[in-house]
């Protein structure tokens, strides 16, 4: 049995991804520090940039569609506000696959936890508000 997913809703979290992305690494909010722990100067960021921009889009619309997926089944289960699964599904999603997956790989990549930190909490807020996007909208377009 596949989840009904509202396919509007995947489209607008994909978006919303960009958003927070480029919004959360400018330069303005942590995109210098984060240019820094990293490695990147201007030159860099510049050559190459459109294959991690592409990447990325693609890889916002899987995040979204499997968590509408997942809120979905997370609804047929425990029933009650659609909005509240979503988001519950999004932090618990996060928490056991991204923050646990990536606090490791970057303890192992010797990474600064400043950096770890950074990313954790741009993924949750990404997370959370994909979660929002997908519980108001709810599970499919009729």
């Known amino acids: 049995m596949v989840p009904e997913i509202n396919m509007w809703a995947v489209l607008l979290a994909t978006v919303s991804s960009m958003v927070v992305g480029s919004i959360w690494y400018s330069r303005r909010a942590f995109g210098t520090y984060w240019m820094k722990a990293v490695g990147h100067d201007e030159e860099s960021m510049r050559t190459g940039a459109a294959a991690p921009l592409i990447l990325t889009v693609i890889v916002s619309f899987i995040t979204a569609w499997v968590l509408a997926g997942a809120a979905a089944i997370a609804q047929n289960f425990y029933g009650g506000s659609f909005l509240a699964n979503s988001?519950?599904?999004?932090?618990?999603?996060?928490?056991?696959?991204?923050?646990?997956?990536?606090?490791?790989?970057?303890?192992?990549?010797?990474?600064?936890?400043?950096?770890?930190?950074?990313?954790?909490?741009?993924?949750?807020?990404?997370?959370?508000?994909?979660?929002?996007?997908?519980?108001?909208?709810?599970?499919?377009?009729?």
Do not use: Y
Request: hydrophobic share 60%; aromatic share 8%; charged share 10%.
């Open 87 to 142: 988001l519950l599904t999004a932090i618990i999603l996060w928490a056991g696959f991204t923050a646990a997956r990536m606090a490791t790989h970057d303890a192992f990549d010797r990474r600064p936890w400043g950096l770890t930190l950074l990313n954790l909490v741009h993924e949750l807020v990404t997370l959370v508000l994909m979660a929002l996007i997908i519980g108001l909208f709810g599970i499919s377009a009729q």
